[in-house]
């Protein structure tokens, strides 16, 4: 980066030019609309070649293209992301079902850990009284 930018005073007289930032779903509405000349388009491809112009809130289009990446590489990326999706936090998902297999239960394990799933069934199966004669109560018959 410019030294220009990070100390904010001039540099050999010149005032430092901060970038600009373009808002990629703006520009795509505007480029549909047909509301930009073409020499505007030819000066913003050559300040964004130069640095003095930034893209975000890019649209799903624009990244592929700028990339170069597949619609189903992307989908496949986002799956993996997502947090309720199959990839960083199965455990979510796996709760979600209303039967979880054998092997659900063994992801849900190795996720929570043994000694808090014991403490849990622990805390489940405790008896609701202190002593058992106070839980049935006794009748002589």
């Known amino acids: 980066m410019d030294p220009r930018y990070l100390i904010?005073?001039?540099?050999?007289?010149?005032?430092?030019?901060r970038p600009?930032?373009?808002?990629?779903?703006?520009l795509s509405r505007?480029?549909?609309a047909?509301?930009?000349p073409s020499?505007?388009?030819?000066?913003?491809?050559?300040?964004?070649q130069e640095g003095a112009v930034f893209l975000?809130?890019?649209?799903a289009r624009q990244a592929r293209l700028l990339t170069g990446a597949k619609v189903g590489d992307v989908a496949a990326?986002?799956?993996?992301?997502?947090?309720?999706?199959?990839?960083?936090?199965?455990?979510r998902r796996v709760l979600f079902r209303n039967n979880p297999t054998d092997s659900d239960v063994d992801v849900i394990v190795a996720q929570v850990g043994t000694?808090?799933?014991m403490d849990a069934l622990d805390r489940a199966t405790k008896p609701r009284c202190e002593r058992t004669s106070e839980m049935f109560g006794t009748s002589v018959r």
Do not use: F, M, Y
């Open 8 to 17: 904010g005073t001039p540099l050999n007289g010149v005032q430092p030019v």
């Open 20 to 26: 600009s930032d373009i808002n990629g779903r703006k």
């Open 30 to 32: 505007a480029l549909k």
């Open 34 to 36: 047909g509301k930009q």
């Open 39 to 48: 020499d505007w388009r030819a000066r913003l491809a050559l300040r964004l």
């Open 56 to 59: 975000h809130h890019l649209t």
């Open 77 to 91: 990326a986002r799956r993996v992301e997502r947090p309720n999706g199959n990839g960083t936090d199965n455990l």
């Open 115 to 117: 000694e808090r799933l």
